[in-house]
């Protein structure tokens, strides 16, 4: 095999394969057909009222959303054009600087990044990783909830995979199908997971990174643990740890979120495919999720318990002996307390375990309990939520909250209604759903372990790949992004389009406003695509300003306008009319949308978090150049000619250094 050969079986689409092959409806099974056209052409503001939702305590048809506001433009800048240049485009009188670009020194020996990827493993555990994705600034006040702060914080920010041609001076070396360098394995191992990085504003109000205790880097091989019904579970044990309880590393960590008591969480994405397993009977806790006989990488090609956990082929008399259930330790929440740079980082299996691609929660009530929401980022997989039972107490509460609670997934009716599944053994309706699926499972551990295949039997809608949520900071309505489903055969009113190419957005509103219960309403807020296929916030055709396609990241800022982050690949990036990657503003109040940021050549835009003032954006790019090799840099920002790209924060903020917006 060539070095390309190999290198197309082993680095290879790091997307999740469609491995749902449950019988869920299709939803037009069950729609009638004016229905869904009202739903596919009528994608616009009120559309919950409009369908007659009849949800006690609910508004009234044609009520509004959200409270007025007035007539002030919350939009007051210039709609950014659609452009393939190999730099950031914003609107003038806004500046947007890169920040700790892969590489940057932040720990240990604050090792000088070099340009020709020399790096070494160890140097690799001491700087920035590859692929910043999802990010949170914590104020340095907030160590018990909200601070203040906006001079002074940690950022805290996921890696969430690798482009291994860079990564490398020469890319990466196979022989014969497999990995041969520990060396090279480890630095790729090192430069995933986390980083911590205690940031300040300086004089000139440039933020700076400070060399601080609390600089840390969490990778593919930091020692965790694991909490909830699953730890000690059976289906945990491994040679590394025979009780069940301890793990090792967090890997492909796509979108993250924060907790009320001043937590980062990170999530598990596209893990399935740094496991392999030969085992010609996969069990469904592992078939369920895609494993394959090869992957992604190659570290389980490599001798050595470090290496050898990634292949998950029974090889030992039982579990104790091998790593057949090593890849149960991923696809978890994983808390991680940043202000503690001993701390453990915890992975929380009452969470549910899937292709987690964030989690959000609903803005937390002193008494009530904490309600979170997070995608199963894959073709036809579903959206979840958590109801913890224990209550929320403001400056007490702590991750223990996310250890014993209810996991749900959505089901979205085809009149607008929905109701949240409960996966619970204790829950009567998931009882009969088991028994009369045939399923039985031995507890609650297994159940989560088993998530997909729970949220099968519920009987669960089958999304167009859910990515980020976001919850409206005033009315708790929720919000998530759809990216798009090439393999959708069957459209729903969820899910209104076959072979959706360009994704949307859908939001709902809990019965009585109340993020813990089992009902709620829902509408399509966005069409995402080009003015002949598309239909905006207002209700219109989207055009020159705001076209969009493969919406992905998603946040509220705290005067209730939606950021929208795009993650187009393929010919949608090389040729489409979208240009570039790009951020949007939309405000759900009068349905305005703008392009407000493009990003460099064959990158993504992802993360999104601010300072309390609102002064400071940080955004991340992530893949600039992707699929460049050292010899032929298919972009080359943020360092310019001839220099290698690097996924970078992006500061933005205003030359008038007043708020955003
Ligand atoms: Fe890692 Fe779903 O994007
Ligand atoms: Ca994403
Ligand atoms: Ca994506
Ligand atoms: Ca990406």
């Given at each position: 095999?060539?070095?390309?050969?190999?290198?197309?079986?082993?680095?290879?689409?790091?997307?999740?394969?469609?491995?749902?092959?449950?019988?869920?409806?299709?939803?037009?099974?069950?729609?009638?057909?004016?229905?869904?056209?009202?739903?596919?052409?009528?994608?616009?503001?009120?559309?919950?009222?409009?369908?007659?939702?009849?949800?006690?305590?609910?508004?009234?048809?044609?009520?509004?959303?959200?409270?007025?506001?007035?007539?002030?433009?919350?939009?007051?800048?210039?709609?950014?054009?659609?452009?393939?240049?190999?730099?950031?485009?914003?609107?003038?009188?806004?500046?947007?600087?890169?920040?700790i670009p892969w590489g940057t020194p932040i720990t240990g020996?604050?090792?000088?990044?070099?340009?020709?990827?020399?790096?070494?493993?160890?140097?690799?555990?001491?700087?920035?990783?590859?692929?910043?994705?999802?990010?949170?600034?914590?104020?340095?006040?907030?160590?018990?909830?909200?601070?203040?702060?906006?001079?002074?914080?940690?950022?805290?920010?996921?890696?969430?995979?690798?482009?291994?041609?860079?990564?490398?001076?020469?890319?990466?070396?196979?022989?014969?199908?497999?990995?041969?360098?520990?060396?090279?394995?480890?630095?790729?191992?090192?430069?995933?997971?986390?980083?911590?990085?205690?940031?300040?504003?300086?004089?000139?109000?440039?933020?700076?990174?400070?060399?601080?205790?609390?600089?840390?880097?969490?990778?593919?091989?930091?020692?965790?643990?694991?909490?909830?019904?699953?730890?000690?579970?059976?289906?945990?044990?491994?040679?590394?740890?025979?009780?069940?309880?301890?793990?090792?590393?967090?890997?492909?960590?796509?979108?993250?979120?924060?907790?009320?008591?001043?937590?980062?969480?990170?999530?598990?994405?596209?893990?399935?495919?740094?496991?392999?397993?030969?085992?010609?009977?996969?069990?469904?806790?592992?078939?369920?999720?895609?494993?394959?006989?090869?992957?992604?990488?190659?570290?389980?090609?490599?001798?050595?318990?470090?290496?050898?956990?990634?292949?998950?082929?029974?090889?030992?008399?039982?579990?104790?002996?091998?790593?057949?259930?090593?890849?149960?330790?991923?696809?978890?929440?994983?808390e991680i307390d940043p202000f503690d740079p001993d701390s453990?980082?915890?992975?929380?299996?009452?969470?549910?375990?899937?292709?987690?691609?964030?989690?959000?929660?609903?803005?937390?009530?002193?008494?009530?309990?904490?309600?979170?929401?997070?995608?199963?980022?894959?073709?036809?997989?579903?959206?979840?939520?958590?109801?913890?039972?224990?209550?929320?107490?403001?400056?007490?509460?702590?991750?223990?909250?996310?250890?014993?609670?209810?996991?749900?997934?959505?089901?979205?009716?085809?009149?607008?209604?929905?109701?949240?599944?409960?996966?619970?053994?204790?829950?009567?309706?998931?009882?009969?759903?088991?028994?009369?699926?045939?399923?039985?499972?031995?507890?609650?551990?297994?159940?989560?372990?088993?998530?997909?295949?729970?949220?099968?039997?519920?009987?669960?809608?089958?999304?167009?790949?859910?990515?980020?949520?976001?919850?409206?900071?005033?009315?708790?309505?929720?919000?998530?992004?759809?990216?798009?489903?090439?393999?959708?055969?069957?459209?729903?009113?969820?899910?209104?389009?076959?072979?959706?190419?360009?994704?949307?957005?859908?939001?709902?509103?809990?019965?009585?406003?109340?993020?813990?219960?089992?009902?709620?309403?829902?509408?399509?807020?966005?069409?995402?695509?080009?003015?002949?296929?598309?239909?905006?916030?207002?209700?219109?055709?989207?055009?020159?300003?705001?076209?969009?396609?493969?919406?992905?990241?998603?946040?509220?800022?705290?005067?209730?306008?939606?950021?929208?982050?795009?993650?187009?690949?393929?010919?949608?990036?090389?040729?489409?009319?979208?240009?570039?990657?790009?951020?949007?503003?939309?405000?759900?109040?009068?349905?305005?949308?703008?392009?407000?940021?493009?990003?460099?050549?064959?990158?993504?835009?992802?993360?999104?978090?601010?300072?309390?003032?609102?002064?400071?954006?940080?955004?991340?790019?992530?893949?600039?150049?992707?699929?460049?090799?050292?010899?032929?840099l298919l972009s080359t920002w943020p360092d310019g000619p001839?220099?290698?790209?690097?996924?970078?924060?992006?500061?933005?903020?205003?030359?008038?250094?007043?708020?955003?917006?």
């Amino acid at each position: 095999m060539s070095h390309d050969e190999n290198n197309a079986v082993l680095f290879g689409s790091g997307d999740e394969a469609p491995s749902n092959h449950s019988h869920n409806p299709h939803f037009n099974e069950l729609v009638d057909a004016r229905r869904r056209q009202i739903l596919a052409g009528g994608a616009a503001l009120g559309v919950l009222g409009f369908l007659g939702v009849g949800l006690p305590g609910e508004s009234q048809a044609g009520e509004r959303h959200l409270p007025p506001f007035g007539r002030r433009n919350r939009l007051p800048f210039t709609a950014v054009a659609v452009g393939r240049a190999d730099g950031i485009s914003v609107p003038a009188g806004y500046r947007a600087t890169p920040f700790i670009p892969w590489g940057t020194p932040i720990t240990g020996g604050y090792p000088a990044f070099l340009e020709d990827a020399s790096n070494s493993a160890q140097d690799q555990a001491e700087q920035i990783g590859m692929h910043h994705d999802g990010m949170h600034f914590f104020p340095i006040d907030a160590q018990y909830g909200a601070g203040l702060n906006s001079r002074h914080g940690l950022l805290v920010l996921n890696h969430e995979y690798i482009d291994a041609p860079l990564l490398h001076p020469n890319g990466p070396t196979v022989v014969d199908g497999k990995r041969v360098s520990a060396e090279q394995v480890r630095k790729e191992i090192n430069a995933h997971g986390v980083s911590v990085v205690e940031i300040r504003r300086d004089v000139r109000g440039e933020w700076q990174v400070q060399p601080s205790a609390r600089n840390r880097r969490i990778t593919a091989a930091t020692p965790m643990q694991m909490s909830g019904p699953a730890r000690g579970h059976a289906l945990l044990r491994t040679r590394y740890s025979p009780e069940g309880t301890a793990s090792r590393g967090t890997q492909n960590n796509c979108a993250s979120g924060f907790t009320p008591w001043g937590t980062y969480v990170t999530c598990e994405e596209n893990w399935a495919g740094y496991f392999a397993s030969r085992d010609s009977d996969l069990p469904r806790e592992l078939k369920r999720y895609g494993l394959r006989s090869s992957s992604r990488f190659g570290w389980d090609t490599l001798s050595g318990d470090e290496f050898e956990r990634f292949d998950a082929t029974r090889k030992g008399a039982d579990a104790r002996a091998d790593y057949r259930n090593e890849p149960n330790h991923f696809g978890w929440i994983v808390e991680i307390d940043p202000f503690d740079p001993d701390s453990v980082p915890v992975k929380r299996s009452a969470l549910g375990r899937f292709a987690h691609e964030g989690l959000v929660f609903a803005k937390p009530r002193a008494g009530k309990p904490v309600v979170c929401y997070s995608g199963d980022d894959a073709q036809n997989e579903y959206i979840y939520k958590y109801v913890s039972r224990g209550k929320y107490r403001p400056g007490r509460s702590d991750g223990r909250l996310l250890d014993d609670g209810v996991l749900y997934a959505a089901r979205f009716n085809a009149d607008g209604s929905g109701d949240w599944l409960a996966l619970d053994l204790q829950d009567a309706a998931f009882q009969q759903a088991c028994a009369a699926a045939g399923v039985s499972f031995a507890d609650q551990g297994e159940v989560l372990i088993n998530t997909r295949l729970a949220a099968d039997i519920a009987g669960a809608t089958k999304m167009d790949r859910p990515e980020w949520g976001a919850v409206h900071p005033d009315s708790n309505e929720v919000y998530f992004t759809l990216t798009n489903n090439s393999a959708r055969t069957t459209a729903d009113a969820a899910n209104p389009r076959v072979k959706n190419a360009y994704g949307h957005i859908i939001r709902w509103r809990e019965e009585r406003r109340d993020n813990s219960g089992v009902r709620f309403a829902w509408d399509l807020f966005l069409l995402a695509g080009p003015e002949s296929d598309s239909r905006g916030p207002n209700g219109q055709a989207l055009g020159a300003d705001n076209m969009l396609a493969s919406p992905d990241g998603l946040w509220f800022d705290e005067d209730g306008r939606l950021w929208i982050q795009t993650d187009m690949s393929g010919s949608q990036l090389a040729s489409g009319p979208f240009g570039n990657n790009q951020m949007l503003v939309a405000d759900p109040h009068t349905g305005d949308m703008k392009r407000f940021l493009v990003g460099p050549l064959g990158a993504e835009i992802t993360g999104i978090t601010a300072t309390p003032d609102f002064r400071t954006l940080f955004i991340n790019v992530q893949h600039p150049g992707e699929g460049s090799t050292a010899n032929n840099l298919l972009s080359t920002w943020p360092d310019g000619p001839g220099k290698r790209p690097r996924s970078a924060t992006v500061i933005i903020t205003r030359e008038d250094r007043k708020r955003l917006l």
